[in-house]
Protein backbone atom coordinates (compact mmCIF):
# COMPACT_ATOMS: atom_id res chain seq x y z
CA UNK A 1 0.00 0.00 0.00
CA UNK A 2 0.83 3.38 -1.00
CA UNK A 3 -1.01 6.03 -0.20
CA UNK A 4 -4.19 5.90 -2.00
CA UNK A 5 -2.22 2.99 -4.09
CA UNK A 6 -2.72 -0.87 -3.49
CA UNK A 7 0.67 -1.89 -6.30
CA UNK A 8 -0.31 -5.73 -6.79
CA UNK A 9 2.20 -8.20 -9.06
CA UNK A 10 4.83 -6.95 -11.23
CA UNK A 11 4.42 -7.26 -14.69
CA UNK A 12 7.01 -5.90 -16.37
CA UNK A 13 10.52 -3.75 -15.92
CA UNK A 14 13.04 -1.94 -17.87
CA UNK A 15 16.04 0.28 -17.22
CA UNK A 16 14.26 3.13 -16.12
CA UNK A 17 10.95 1.72 -13.76
CA UNK A 18 8.88 -1.19 -12.69
CA UNK A 19 5.32 -1.95 -13.61
CA UNK A 20 2.52 -3.40 -11.67
CA UNK A 21 -0.83 -3.72 -11.03
CA UNK A 22 -2.22 -1.69 -8.87
CA UNK A 23 -5.76 -0.34 -7.47
CA UNK A 24 -6.73 3.43 -6.65
CA UNK A 25 -8.96 4.58 -4.09
CA UNK A 26 -10.27 7.31 -5.69
CA UNK A 27 -10.98 5.27 -9.12
CA UNK A 28 -12.77 1.78 -10.27
CA UNK A 29 -11.49 0.00 -13.18
CA UNK A 30 -8.16 -2.00 -13.97
CA UNK A 31 -5.01 0.40 -13.50
CA UNK A 32 -1.22 -0.22 -13.81
CA UNK A 33 1.54 1.97 -12.02
CA UNK A 34 4.72 2.90 -13.59
CA UNK A 35 6.93 3.27 -10.21
CA UNK A 36 10.20 5.37 -11.31
CA UNK A 37 13.39 6.60 -9.05
CA UNK A 38 12.36 10.55 -8.71
CA UNK A 39 15.51 12.29 -10.96
CA UNK A 40 18.63 13.65 -9.50
CA UNK A 41 19.56 15.36 -12.32
CA UNK A 42 18.14 18.27 -14.99
CA UNK A 43 18.71 15.77 -17.86
CA UNK A 44 16.71 12.66 -15.85
CA UNK A 45 13.62 15.45 -14.61
CA UNK A 46 13.38 16.38 -18.34
CA UNK A 47 12.94 12.78 -19.02
CA UNK A 48 10.36 11.93 -16.18
CA UNK A 49 8.49 15.22 -17.35
CA UNK A 50 8.17 14.54 -20.71
CA UNK A 51 7.36 11.09 -20.10
CA UNK A 52 4.28 12.16 -18.25
CA UNK A 53 3.36 15.13 -20.90
CA UNK A 54 3.62 12.25 -23.61
CA UNK A 55 1.18 10.14 -21.65
CA UNK A 56 -1.13 12.76 -20.57
CA UNK A 57 -1.58 14.22 -24.23
CA UNK A 58 -2.38 10.79 -25.90
CA UNK A 59 -4.74 9.32 -23.04
CA UNK A 60 -7.77 10.25 -23.98
CA UNK A 61 -7.02 9.25 -27.86
CA UNK A 62 -7.38 5.66 -29.54
CA UNK A 63 -4.58 3.23 -29.09
CA UNK A 64 -3.26 4.99 -25.75
CA UNK A 65 -4.03 4.43 -22.17
CA UNK A 66 -5.22 7.11 -20.33
CA UNK A 67 -3.19 8.91 -17.24
CA UNK A 68 -5.00 8.21 -14.48
CA UNK A 69 -2.35 9.87 -11.39
CA UNK A 70 1.15 10.60 -10.77
CA UNK A 71 2.24 10.47 -7.32
CA UNK A 72 5.44 11.49 -5.30
CA UNK A 73 6.53 10.36 -2.06
CA UNK A 74 9.90 12.04 -2.61
CA UNK A 75 11.87 8.52 -3.32
CA UNK A 76 9.52 7.51 -5.85
CA UNK A 77 7.05 8.74 -8.76
CA UNK A 78 4.47 6.60 -9.19
CA UNK A 79 2.64 6.98 -13.17
CA UNK A 80 -0.84 5.34 -12.94
CA UNK A 81 -2.56 4.11 -15.96
CA UNK A 82 -5.41 2.70 -17.12
CA UNK A 83 -4.18 -1.46 -18.07
CA UNK A 84 -4.87 -1.63 -21.72
CA UNK A 85 -5.87 -4.95 -22.97
CA UNK A 86 -3.81 -7.58 -25.09
CA UNK A 87 -0.37 -9.22 -24.34
CA UNK A 88 2.70 -7.52 -25.41
CA UNK A 89 3.49 -8.25 -29.37
CA UNK A 90 5.42 -11.04 -30.06
CA UNK A 91 5.88 -13.29 -33.17
CA UNK A 92 3.35 -15.51 -32.09
CA UNK A 93 0.64 -13.24 -32.02
CA UNK A 94 1.26 -11.56 -35.77
CA UNK A 95 -1.40 -13.00 -37.81
CA UNK A 96 -1.11 -15.14 -40.77
CA UNK A 97 -3.33 -13.79 -43.00
CA UNK A 98 -2.09 -10.69 -45.56
CA UNK A 99 -5.30 -8.61 -44.70
CA UNK A 100 -4.86 -8.88 -41.16
CA UNK A 101 -1.39 -7.99 -41.45
CA UNK A 102 -1.67 -4.72 -43.20
CA UNK A 103 -4.79 -3.93 -40.38
CA UNK A 104 -2.04 -4.21 -37.69
CA UNK A 105 0.38 -2.12 -39.86
CA UNK A 106 -2.35 0.26 -39.92
CA UNK A 107 -3.46 0.68 -36.40
CA UNK A 108 0.57 1.08 -35.38
CA UNK A 109 0.79 3.73 -38.04
CA UNK A 110 -2.48 5.14 -36.45
CA UNK A 111 -1.05 5.29 -33.05
CA UNK A 112 1.71 7.35 -34.47
CA UNK A 113 -0.14 9.61 -36.71
CA UNK A 114 -1.54 10.78 -33.37
CA UNK A 115 2.10 11.55 -31.24
CA UNK A 116 2.85 13.57 -34.30
CA UNK A 117 -0.02 15.17 -33.63
CA UNK A 118 0.15 15.91 -30.00
CA UNK A 119 4.02 16.79 -30.93
CA UNK A 120 5.29 13.52 -29.38
CA UNK A 121 8.20 11.37 -30.49
CA UNK A 122 8.13 7.77 -28.97
CA UNK A 123 11.66 6.71 -29.81
CA UNK A 124 11.26 3.26 -28.77
CA UNK A 125 8.15 1.65 -31.33
CA UNK A 126 9.82 -1.87 -30.71
CA UNK A 127 7.06 -5.26 -30.58
CA UNK A 128 7.48 -4.82 -26.58
CA UNK A 129 5.88 -1.33 -26.70
CA UNK A 130 2.87 -2.69 -28.34
CA UNK A 131 -0.02 -4.33 -26.28
CA UNK A 132 -2.15 -6.51 -28.99
CA UNK A 133 -5.56 -7.21 -29.16
CA UNK A 134 -6.00 -10.50 -31.36
CA UNK A 135 -9.61 -10.41 -30.65
CA UNK A 136 -9.94 -6.85 -32.47
CA UNK A 137 -6.55 -6.96 -34.55
CA UNK A 138 -5.36 -3.62 -32.94
CA UNK A 139 -2.82 -2.11 -30.81
CA UNK A 140 -1.95 -0.40 -27.72
CA UNK A 141 1.46 1.80 -27.86
CA UNK A 142 3.29 2.13 -24.22
CA UNK A 143 5.78 2.78 -22.74
CA UNK A 144 7.04 6.55 -22.99
CA UNK A 145 10.15 6.48 -21.08
CA UNK A 146 12.33 7.47 -23.86
CA UNK A 147 9.69 10.13 -25.65
CA UNK A 148 10.49 13.48 -26.99
CA UNK A 149 7.56 16.13 -26.47
CA UNK A 150 7.94 19.66 -28.74
CA UNK A 151 4.86 22.08 -29.63
CA UNK A 152 3.57 20.58 -33.21
CA UNK A 153 2.28 23.95 -33.89
CA UNK A 154 5.63 25.41 -33.72
CA UNK A 155 5.91 26.68 -38.15
CA UNK A 156 8.80 28.94 -37.64
CA UNK A 157 11.45 26.07 -37.71
CA UNK A 158 12.35 25.41 -41.15
CA UNK A 159 13.21 21.95 -40.49
CA UNK A 160 12.14 18.70 -39.67
CA UNK A 161 14.39 18.48 -36.76
CA UNK A 162 12.87 18.47 -32.98
CA UNK A 163 15.49 17.77 -30.44
CA UNK A 164 19.33 16.72 -30.38
CA UNK A 165 20.06 13.67 -28.02
CA UNK A 166 23.40 13.41 -26.23
CA UNK A 167 24.00 10.13 -27.48
CA UNK A 168 21.68 7.38 -29.10
CA UNK A 169 18.30 6.38 -27.42
CA UNK A 170 16.00 3.34 -28.16
CA UNK A 171 16.14 -0.35 -28.96
CA UNK A 172 18.39 -2.41 -30.79
CA UNK A 173 17.74 -2.98 -34.22
CA UNK A 174 14.58 -0.09 -34.37
CA UNK A 175 17.24 3.19 -33.75
CA UNK A 176 17.10 5.06 -37.16
CA UNK A 177 19.94 6.41 -38.70
CA UNK A 178 19.77 10.15 -37.91
CA UNK A 179 19.64 9.16 -34.16
CA UNK A 180 22.45 6.57 -34.30
CA UNK A 181 24.62 8.92 -35.78
CA UNK A 182 24.04 12.11 -35.24
CA UNK A 183 22.06 12.10 -32.07
CA UNK A 184 19.04 14.21 -33.73
CA UNK A 185 15.51 13.42 -33.52
CA UNK A 186 13.09 14.29 -35.79
CA UNK A 187 9.61 14.47 -36.10
CA UNK A 188 9.04 11.51 -38.05
CA UNK A 189 12.07 9.56 -36.37
CA UNK A 190 9.42 6.87 -35.70
CA UNK A 191 8.15 6.25 -39.23
CA UNK A 192 11.93 4.90 -39.70
CA UNK A 193 11.22 2.08 -36.76
CA UNK A 194 7.64 1.64 -37.85
CA UNK A 195 8.87 0.43 -41.07
CA UNK A 196 11.48 -2.24 -39.56
CA UNK A 197 8.41 -3.40 -37.44
CA UNK A 198 5.94 -3.35 -40.71
CA UNK A 199 8.51 -5.77 -42.32
CA UNK A 200 9.06 -8.05 -39.21
CA UNK A 201 4.80 -8.36 -39.42
CA UNK A 202 4.86 -9.08 -43.14
CA UNK A 203 8.22 -11.81 -43.22
CA UNK A 204 8.60 -12.47 -39.75
CA UNK A 205 12.11 -11.26 -40.36
CA UNK A 206 13.69 -8.75 -38.28
CA UNK A 207 16.08 -6.26 -40.39
CA UNK A 208 19.53 -5.61 -38.98
CA UNK A 209 22.03 -2.99 -40.15
CA UNK A 210 25.25 -5.19 -39.19
CA UNK A 211 27.05 -2.36 -38.74
CA UNK A 212 26.18 1.22 -37.15
CA UNK A 213 27.13 3.09 -40.44
CA UNK A 214 25.93 4.55 -43.47
CA UNK A 215 26.63 1.66 -45.47
CA UNK A 216 25.37 -0.77 -42.56
CA UNK A 217 22.02 1.49 -42.87
CA UNK A 218 21.91 0.85 -46.70
CA UNK A 219 22.55 -2.37 -46.33
CA UNK A 220 18.65 -2.42 -45.12
CA UNK A 221 17.32 -1.12 -48.66
CA UNK A 222 19.50 -3.25 -50.30
CA UNK A 223 17.40 -6.09 -48.83
CA UNK A 224 14.28 -4.40 -48.96
CA UNK A 225 14.72 -4.33 -52.58
CA UNK A 226 15.93 -7.98 -53.01
CA UNK A 227 13.45 -9.58 -51.22
CA UNK A 228 11.24 -12.18 -52.61
CA UNK A 229 8.82 -12.42 -49.94
CA UNK A 230 7.46 -9.06 -50.55
CA UNK A 231 5.35 -7.62 -52.84
CA UNK A 232 6.40 -4.46 -55.25
CA UNK A 233 3.53 -2.60 -52.84
CA UNK A 234 4.59 -3.65 -50.16
CA UNK A 235 8.65 -2.91 -50.76
CA UNK A 236 7.16 0.94 -51.77
CA UNK A 237 5.46 1.09 -48.38
CA UNK A 238 8.20 0.18 -46.65
CA UNK A 239 11.11 2.54 -48.87
CA UNK A 240 8.88 5.43 -47.92
CA UNK A 241 9.11 4.52 -44.31
CA UNK A 242 12.80 3.30 -44.21
CA UNK A 243 14.36 6.20 -46.21
CA UNK A 244 17.98 6.99 -44.47
CA UNK A 245 16.72 10.94 -44.71
CA UNK A 246 14.29 12.17 -42.81
CA UNK A 247 13.33 14.89 -44.97
CA UNK A 248 13.00 11.93 -47.77
CA UNK A 249 11.06 10.16 -45.54
CA UNK A 250 7.33 9.60 -45.35
CA UNK A 251 5.15 11.24 -42.48
CA UNK A 252 2.40 9.35 -41.06
CA UNK A 253 -0.14 11.55 -43.17
CA UNK A 254 1.36 10.00 -45.95
CA UNK A 255 1.33 6.44 -44.73
CA UNK A 256 -2.14 6.87 -44.28
CA UNK A 257 -3.57 8.76 -46.67
CA UNK A 258 -5.85 7.69 -49.44
CA UNK A 259 -6.91 6.52 -51.34
CA UNK A 260 -7.00 3.80 -49.29
CA UNK A 261 -6.72 4.54 -45.80
CA UNK A 262 -10.04 5.89 -44.61
CA UNK A 263 -11.26 2.44 -46.01
CA UNK A 264 -12.28 0.20 -43.02
CA UNK A 265 -11.43 -2.90 -45.07
CA UNK A 266 -8.96 -4.13 -47.64
CA UNK A 267 -7.00 -6.58 -49.25
CA UNK A 268 -4.22 -5.21 -50.72
CA UNK A 269 -1.11 -3.12 -49.11
CA UNK A 270 -1.71 -0.80 -51.98
CA UNK A 271 -4.64 0.08 -49.80
CA UNK A 272 -2.01 2.21 -47.39
CA UNK A 273 0.35 3.37 -50.34
Avoid at 63 to 68: E, S, T, W
Avoid at 148 to 154: A, G
Avoid at 170 to 183: T, V
Wanted: proline residues 4%.
Amino acid sequence: MVGILTIGNLIGKGSFGKVYDCQHVKHKGEFVVKVVDNPNTIYEKQNLSMEISAISKLGKRKGFVDLIDVIDDNKYTYIVMEKAKGGTLSKNDIPKSRSKKYGLIRSMAECLQACEEEGVVHMDTKPNNFIYDPYTNQVTLIDFGLSICYDPTDIHKNENIVYRLPGPRGSKYFIPPEIMLANTVYRNSDVWSHGILAHLILTNRLLSTKSNTNKGYMNILTTISKSNMLSMAEKSYLMKCIALTPDNRANTDLLLSRPSIAETHYVSLQDII
